[in-house]
């Protein structure tokens, strides 16, 4: 079983900074690619950012302001956000997909539970 645990969400005011971790555990073979999604409410799951190995992907709304980045040795994915604005208020999910691990055939795609993240004044 794997599992994806996020952290460092919170209140933050406009133009501030928050940095998302997300730590995948459990018989870990290897990952594809690691990626975080945002869920507004009243509105439909949007990615946010990709990572792989190629070149991150951003989605146009935080390109500039958003940094991926992932600890290979400790299945870890970061999300640097900056300048953030009021509309980036969402929990935000880490996503692993391509997951293979020592105990289950076949590659998989999880999800962590979520974190919320709230910019306001």
Do not use: H
């Not at 079983?1 to 730590?23: H, K, N």
């Not at 290897?30 to 951003?58: C, D, F, H």
């Not at 991926?68 to 604005?85: F, G």
């Amino acid at each position: 079983q794997v599992q994806l645990v996020e952290s460092g969400g919170g209140l933050v005011q406009p133009g501030g900074s928050l940095r998302l971790s997300c730590a995948a555990s459990g018989s870990i073979f290897s990952i594809n690619g690691m990626a975080w999604y945002r869920q507004a409410p009243g509105k439909e799951r949007e990615l946010v950012a990709i990572t792989n190995s190629g070149s991150p992907y951003y989605a146009d709304s935080v390109k500039g302001r958003f940094t991926i980045s992932r600890d290979n040795a400790k299945n870890t994915v970061y999300l640097q956000m900056n300048t953030l604005k009021p509309e980036d208020t969402a929990v935000y999910y880490c996503n692993a997909y391509g997951v293979v691990t020592t105990s289950t055939p076949g590659a998989y795609d999880y999800w962590g539970q979520g974190t919320q993240v709230v910019v306001s004044s």
